[in-house]
């Protein structure tokens, strides 16, 4: 991987790294203060304090292992980026939506956390259009096919922070639903 990819990957994992921390260790007020930019997502207050049923804390749990399990395709990618590197790339974020159809519709109160999911599995699968698009141009030789494969890996490595964000965003939603459901 070139010095200025390896640069913007780790200049992109340290806020989703920080957002993770937070959301993983932090609830109530402090998680909402971290993420002001989901003022758009309805809050947790505004469902219904019922306990959460068996159901529900499932698909919790196995949203807020997808974030982890998403950041660790990034982390441990291999330094040097070949074409087959690419295509396993591109098929490791094609997992975000293969487990969000395994986990199946959420239920109503959930169903704020599981359009961030849906989003963040549409920017991985966007990332793993992008990496396999680099996997079909192949090795660069040429200064304008060097361009090309630069601007998909640009756009590969970009899923990480928007697909990252998001899935954030659900686990600090997910919190807060807890929290209220007491």
Not at 42 to 47: N, Q
Not at 70 to 83: G, Q
Not at 126 to 144: D, N, Q, V, Y
Request: hydrophobic fraction near 40%; charge should be positive; proline fraction near 5%.
């Amino acid at each position: 991987m070139p010095t200025t990819t390896a640069t913007r990957l780790r200049t992109r994992l340290l806020p989703i790294a920080v957002l993770a921390l937070l959301a993983a260790g932090c609830g109530g007020e402090t998680a909402r203060q971290a993420s002001p930019a989901r003022s758009a997502t309805p809050s947790a207050s505004s469902v219904k304090a019922q306990p959460l049923t068996a159901a529900e804390l499932r698909w919790i749990r196995a949203v807020e292992q997808l974030q982890p399990r998403m950041t660790k395709v990034f982390t441990d990618m291999p330094t040097d980026l070949t074409t087959a590197a690419l295509v396993t790339l591109a098929g490791q974020l094609g997992q975000c939506r293969h487990e969000l159809r395994r986990l199946g519709p959420s239920s109503a109160r959930l169903q704020p956390v599981q359009a961030l999911v849906d989003r963040a599995c549409g920017q991985y699968d966007k990332g793993a259009a992008c990496f396999a698009a680099a996997a079909r141009e192949g090795l660069p030789s040429r200064t304008a096919s060097a361009e090309a494969v630069s601007k998909q890996l640009d756009c590969g490595f970009a899923s990480m922070e928007t697909g990252g964000k998001s899935l954030v965003e659900a686990q600090l939603l997910t919190t807060e639903i807890r929290n209220a459901a007491g």
